[in-house]
């Protein structure tokens, strides 16, 4: 197998810095050098780009970036194991591998990226525990567009089929919504269980997100009520689940013009919208 860097082998780091993968953290650690360096090809050129890498853990993917030709690589780990390995790969590319020990979701990455010269990717593995978390920050992040350029992630194939669903698609839900509302997402390819070590008990695919620069006019916090109210009782129609918004479903159904017999899964982002634009209206008139 070709080699992309004079490192040793994951397996040997890992026995070296006793790394045994930890389920808590959602450790499932892909050793497979070429297939990470095809993980940081997939989300483009990465020439004069500063990737934010969440959970590196012994590092495959961080080196399959900074191999490809990333100018930086900004790495979150919350495991302080991982720490000693990745600093061997930091003095491997000097000044381009940046290590911050904490946990991603505290750590304000739209801060870090203001610190930085040129374009910012995130690039990552995530941990499946908080990942859709993590995600769903970045895409109400404020301001829009964001601080990234592109997301390319990899998470649960079910997950990355509920990102890149729209209203034709059984995964369709609030996170299609969000993710169809404020960028172009599409899913790239599966990795098989038996690519990670340990193997998870199902297939993972990698997603990749672009931001629509300027998205439909659109109040965050009612779109959220709005899908939250709708897809919470996704079976009902919307004259039935938009009820929980205490506005009648009447009138938010007839200025967002659709049918009171509609019911979640069959509404277009563009309905969504338009609903959480009308609730808005009719909140602020009523009081
Ligand atoms: N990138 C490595 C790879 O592809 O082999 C490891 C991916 S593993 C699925 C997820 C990594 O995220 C682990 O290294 C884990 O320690 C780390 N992690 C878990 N929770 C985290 C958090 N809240 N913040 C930062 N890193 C976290």
Same mark, same amino acid.
């Given at each position: 197998m070709p080699q992309i860097d004079d490192l040793p082998p994951l397996r040997d780091v890992i026995a070296t810095h006793g790394l045994d993968a930890r389920k808590s953290l959602g450790q499932n650690f892909l050793l497979d050098l070429n297939l990470t360096a095809r993980i940081a090809r997939s989300s483009g050129a990465l020439e004069g780009v500063t990737v934010v890498e969440v959970g590196p853990g012994p590092g495959g993917l961080t080196r399959g970036l900074l191999a490809e030709g990333a100018k930086a690589v900004i790495a979150i780990e919350k495991d302080r194991r991982c720490l000693a390995a990745l600093r061997e790969i930091a003095d491997h590319y000097p000044g381009r591998l940046t290590i911050i020990e904490g946990d991603a979701?505290?750590?304000? #990455?739209?801060?870090?990226?203001?610190?930085?010269? &040129? =374009?910012?990717?995130?690039?990552?593995?995530?941990?499946?525990?908080?990942?859709? +978390?993590? !995600?769903?920050?970045?895409? $109400?992040?404020?301001?829009?567009? =964001?601080?990234? +350029?592109? !997301?390319? !992630? #990899?998470? +649960?194939?079910?997950?990355?089929?509920?990102?890149?669903?729209?209203?034709?698609?059984?995964?369709y839900g609030r996170l299609g919504v969000l993710a169809g509302w404020r960028t172009r997402a599409r899913m790239l390819f599966d990795i098989a269980p038996q690519a990670f070590t340990p193997p998870p008990k199902v297939t993972s695919a990698v997603v990749h997100l $672009? =931001?629509?620069l300027e998205p #439909?006019?659109?109040?965050?916090?009612?779109?959220?009520?709005?899908?939250?109210?709708?897809? &919470? +009782?996704?079976?009902? #129609?919307?004259? @039935? @689940? !938009?009820?929980?918004?205490?506005?009648?479903?009447?009138?938010?159904?007839?200025?967002? &013009?659709?049918? $009171?017999?509609?019911?979640? $899964?069959?509404? =277009?982002v563009s309905g969504f919208v338009a609903l959480a634009n009308s609730l808005r209206e009719r909140s602020n008139k009523a009081q």
């Open positions: 979701l505290e750590i304000d #990455m739209a801060a870090l990226a203001a610190g930085v010269d &040129g =374009p910012v990717k995130v690039v990552a593995n995530l941990p499946y525990n908080v990942g859709t +978390q993590l !995600l769903t920050g970045w895409l $109400e992040c404020d301001p829009w567009p =964001p601080w990234w +350029q592109s !997301l390319t !992630l #990899m998470f +649960q194939k079910e997950v990355a089929e509920r990102i890149v669903a729209s209203e034709v698609d059984k995964a $672009e =931001p629509i #439909m006019d659109c109040d965050i916090r009612y779109l959220r009520r709005v899908t939250a109210a709708a897809f &919470g +009782q996704r079976r009902k #129609m919307l004259r @039935s @689940s !938009l009820k929980a918004l205490n506005v009648a479903p009447a009138a938010l159904l007839d200025d967002a &013009g659709l049918n $009171e017999t509609a019911r979640a $899964e069959e509404i =277009p």
